[in-house]
């Protein structure tokens, strides 16, 4: 298939720039097998069903940006892309001149960073304070805001850029579609019978980099960490045996499950996936997937079309531009049915 069959035209009015005034309020589109239909977020307690399990992602949004300069001059960005150790990370860095090995930045808080080589296109840093780098982001560091936000990280993307269940640092994007749920929402769902259960993926910045190749089949994944829990496996067999259905919160659940399933059946584990869906894809675990809307020519737009049906996640989405629904992170959601 050709990239360009991803493209749709958004008006850069309808990417949303700061959350709604609180979580939950938002629109729901409802994708299914009768079609289209326009409703609230809110509504998703009546979608489910009892012994339907929800799988969220619990991990947590680093503090990954920091600016500085080199110690030869020059301006530099770091945007941390995975903690290797408690001192060693792989970074984007930003300079004037690619940085060479064993050359140093002097970060925000007067953090020493030392240049080991190279891994792909990441930097393999090492931060020569004492303390683990995982605590000097929290204190020096920018949350990394998704480069179509405007504005600077600030007090309120603190909060609303985080789920109300992270817990595993390690993510440098938020998984947005986690992002509309608070306690209460949760609770409700609950106590309508619906099981919540967690994995983790450590969502990386190539979530946000669009696919240039010509032909799908030629890009090249990126490749992110994720953990699926025994306890996981467990609820998604129980509710696969009372007649309940899987439903992932976020196209990075819908990855670490069915990255967890490769074999043929769903395992608990974790490791390193690299997994690309794109229409033709035979789904192992998830029927029914909420999501965000996403960017034109993305891995992940591939994979809801994969999803729910090309002709119609493209009807969906041209849909949803002319009722104006806000996109990307923190914009409205959708909730899509498997395609059959």
Known sequence: ???????????????????????????????????????????????????????????????????????????????????????????????????????????????????????????????????????????????????????????????????????????????????????????????????VAYVTLHVGAGTFKPVRADQIEEHVMHSERYVVPSATVDAIRQAKANGGRVIAVGTTSLRALESAAQGGELVAGGGETAIFITPGYRFRVVEMLLTNFHLPRSTLLMLVCAFGGMDKMLAAYRHAVEQEYRFFSYGDAMLIEREQ
Do not use: W
């Open 1 to 195: 298939m050709r990239t360009d069959d991803f493209e749709f035209e958004l008006p850069e009015q309808l990417i949303a720039q700061h959350p709604p005034t609180q979580r939950g309020a938002s629109r729901l589109l409802e994708v299914g097998s009768l079609g289209l239909k326009d409703s609230r977020f809110t509504d998703l307690t009546g979608l489910v069903r009892k012994h339907d399990v929800l799988v969220l992602n619990d991990t947590r949004v680093l503090k990954a940006r920091l600016h500085g300069e080199k110690t030869s001059g020059g301006k530099v960005e770091v945007l941390v892309e995975r903690l290797l150790n408690e001192h060693e990370v792989l970074a984007q860095v930003r300079a004037s001149k690619s940085p060479k090995v064993g050359s140093r930045f002097l970060l925000a808080g007067g953090l020493s960073v030392r240049v080991v080589g190279r891994v792909g296109e990441f930097f393999h840093l090492c931060f020569e304070a004492a303390e683990p780098v995982e605590a000097l982001l929290e204190l020096h560091g920018h949350l990394p805001l998704p480069p179509y936000i405007t504005h600077a990280a600030g007090e309120e993307d603190a909060t609303r850029y985080q789920t109300v269940f992270a817990r595993e640092p390690g993510a440098v994007a938020a998984p947005t579609a986690g992002l509309h749920f608070d306690d209460a929402m949760l609770d409700v769902l609950r106590n309508r019978g619906v099981d």
